[in-house]
């Protein structure tokens, strides 16, 4: 393909108007395209499709509604629970008792004679919503507490998510997230945001009622390893890991993890970061400082090379860069050794990866993603450029291939 093309298609946008896909933005999100993509130059149908890095369980529901049983992992327990529900199968009678408590909640808000939940201990709630939009997220949220169903609360929990986004001064960009003055947005209108939130029920209600045609699920699990059940049981590993770029995760999901008391504050937020790998937000950047390579030096060359080169520019932060690069790629290698271990023979992998630049440094992931599977055993490594990230510097993303 032709290497200056953003071809927006092969991301999270082309999963906007696609059922359960379109469900959450979440920016970094793959397109379903490129799951439909590798599964077709397959030269037969997975078995068992694993992604280790299930983010909004992209590879799995494409997967189960393409009738191949798929599971995931992540370590963030608010993407478990969220993929495990786009995975679900719901039947009609729960689809229209999901309906009829939604518009029910909604009717409650309006006569003002919800339950109001306490607000999330969010750092500046009023940056993300005016007062009345948090009178009426709470409303809604109080109300769902209150249920019992588990399958109609967890539906009604993502109705809420699209709301809170929906209903917030937040716009989500890539790599920040901006703030608009109350000056610069519209009133608050309790119709127009009681018919948004039924909107939202109405393209989930949608979205459900085509049952997956195979088993998938997310397991909440740190990717460094990979849980003994799993170990021979899958032949086919299509996935995103984080780049070596500081997106942090947790930090796109902040509003949502807060609402849903995933984290009260944000000592738990950065420590998840630290925990993910390529996480550096919060108190995880001072913790870099401190980190210690344990492998000596055992991985290719290049790496410490180019992190010698970051760690020699001028900028005070150079060193710290160089840790994370270095950590990061420590991190991923442990994990490619162990999904080494658990393919089955014959079994291939497909990593989804973005190179990134520090200080005009290039960090090219593809080569030494390709340099790491080949140090541990893949073989027929291979990589091929699917877009450019970005119009000005020279950022790609690549898939990388490999076979056991
Ligand atoms: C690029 S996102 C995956 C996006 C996914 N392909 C999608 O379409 O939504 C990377 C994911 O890896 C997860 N992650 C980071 N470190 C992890 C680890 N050590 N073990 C498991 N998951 C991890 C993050 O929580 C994040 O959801």
Request: aromatic share 12%.
């Amino acid at each position: 393909m032709n290497k200056a093309s953003q071809n927006a298609y092969y991301t999270f946008k082309y999963n906007r108007a696609i059922g359960r896909h379109g469900w959450l933005r979440l920016t970094p999100a793959y397109s379903v395209k490129i799951v439909q993509e590798v599964i077709e130059s397959l030269p037969q149908q997975p078995k068992c499709v694993l992604d280790p890095f299930s983010g909004t369980a992209t590879t799995p529901l494409e997967c189960i509604n393409s009738g191949i049983s798929s599971f995931a992992i992540d370590i963030n327990p608010f993407l478990v629970w969220f993929g495990n529900v786009k995975l679900k199968d719901f039947s009609d009678v729960l689809i229209a008792e999901f309906e009829d408590t939604a518009r029910e909640i909604i009717e409650k808000v309006q006569n003002k004679t919800a339950f109001n939940s306490d607000l999330p201990p969010i750092y500046r709630i009023d940056r993300w919503w005016r007062e009345e939009q948090l009178e009426f997220l709470s409303a809604i949220k109080g109300e769902i507490s209150k249920q019992n169903n588990g399958n109609v609360k967890d539906l009604l929990l993502v109705a809420f998510c699209r709301a809170i986004i929906e209903n917030s001064k937040a716009a989500f960009n890539h790599v920040s997230t901006s703030f608009k003055d109350d000056s610069e947005c519209e009133a608050f209108d309790l119709h127009q945001s009681s018919e948004q939130f039924i909107g939202i029920i109405e393209m989930i209600v949608a979205s459900i009622k085509n049952p997956p045609s195979a088993v998938g699920e997310v397991i909440l699990h740190d990717s460094r390893s990979v849980p003994e059940k799993f170990v021979g049981q899958y032949d086919t590993v299509i996935t995103s890991p984080p780049y070596p770029n500081r997106i942090s995760y947790i930090r796109e999901l902040r509003p949502y993890m807060y609402w849903l008391d995933y984290i009260t504050d944000s000592t738990e937020a950065s420590d998840l970061d630290w925990a993910s790998i390529g996480g550096t937000w919060g108190s995880a950047t001072s913790k870099l400082g401190r980190w210690e390579s344990t492998k000596n030096g055992r991985l290719p060359t290049m790496l410490y090379e180019i992190a010698n080169e970051i760690s020699r520019a001028d900028n005070k932060s150079s060193f710290l860069m160089a840790n994370y690069v270095t950590k990061y790629f420590e991190d991923m290698y442990d994990h490619l050794q162990t999904i080494f271990g658990g393919l089955s023979c014959g079994g291939s992998v497909h990593y989804t990866i973005g190179n990134s630049n520090f200080y005009g440094i290039t960090v090219p992931s593809e080569v030494l993603y390709e340099s790491m599977m080949k140090d541990i055993g893949f073989k027929s490594v291979t990589s091929r450029v699917i877009r450019k990230r970005n119009s000005k510097k020279e950022l790609f993303e690549y898939v990388v291939s490999a076979t056991k």
